[in-house]
């Protein structure tokens, strides 16, 4: 997983299969920005496990 790369997981604050971007990865965190979602969400990369990759629509143009 990089920064910009694009993510999901099964839910967030009820959203079901929310769409974001990683913004930061530090030693301690992986932090997400969650489309339509308030805040930056730090993950540790335990926690981040259950974020699955998504390929971005412009990408594979």
């Known amino acids: 997983m990089n920064v910009d790369d694009r993510v999901t997981r ?3 604050l009820r959203v ?3 769409v974001g971007s990683v913004i ?3 030693n301690d965190y ?3 920005k ?3 979602i308030n ?3 730090h993950y540790t990369h ?3 496990k259950k974020l699955q990759p998504i390929e971005d629509e412009n990408e594979s143009r």
Request: proline share 5%; aromatic share 10%; glycine share 4%.
């Open 24 to 26: 930061r990865i530090t």
């Open 16 to 18: 079901k299969k929310p």
């Open 10 to 12: 099964d839910s967030v």
């Open 46 to 48: 335990e926690q981040a």
């Open 34 to 36: 969650w489309d339509n």
């Open 30 to 32: 992986i932090i997400v």
């Open 39 to 41: 805040g930056q969400w």
